[in-house]
């Protein structure tokens, strides 16, 4: 009896390890979750990044979207071995700012969270140039100032 109930319990292993490492792999596909927020300033992008360190994290932006991949590892508890591995390890998201959003990536920052998100900090840039507005008696004011610099 004690083979066949080692033989169950072997089986029941492979059974979980099989459905734990499936299911790692159903949350790899899934892109992460995340939010888009705007001020007048920024685009600010909030990704959920569990389980992973600064250096887990590569964040780009091409073309219109932030992009953010999380390898994260799993860590050894000594005294417990693995039975059911249901953590996906590498995890992508991308984000599509606005269509007519205008930004400067290169100012772009990202910031990860003790609470498991990532932060990423999209500034605007300027659509034009404010263009200062003068009466006209103050424009023949500076006119006078001009020519009396140039005597």
Known sequence: MTGFKEFGKSAANAV?????RGVGKVQERRPLSYDVLESEDAYLVV????????????????????QVRLDRFRDFHEGFEMRFPGRGLSLDGRA?????????????????????????????RAHGTDVAVHTE?????????????AE
């Open 16 to 20: 979980l390890e099989r459905v734990g």
């Open 47 to 66: 990704f959920d990044a569990p389980g992973v360190t600064r250096s887990d994290v590569q964040v780009r932006y091409v073309e219109g979207e932030v």
């Open 96 to 124: 599509r700012l606005p269509p007519d959003a205008h930004v400067d990536a290169d100012g772009a920052s990202a910031t990860l969270t003790d609470n498991g998100t990532l932060s990423v900090e999209v500034p605007k």
């Open 137 to 149: 008696a103050e424009a023949d004011e500076g006119d006078d100032e001009t020519d009396a610099d």
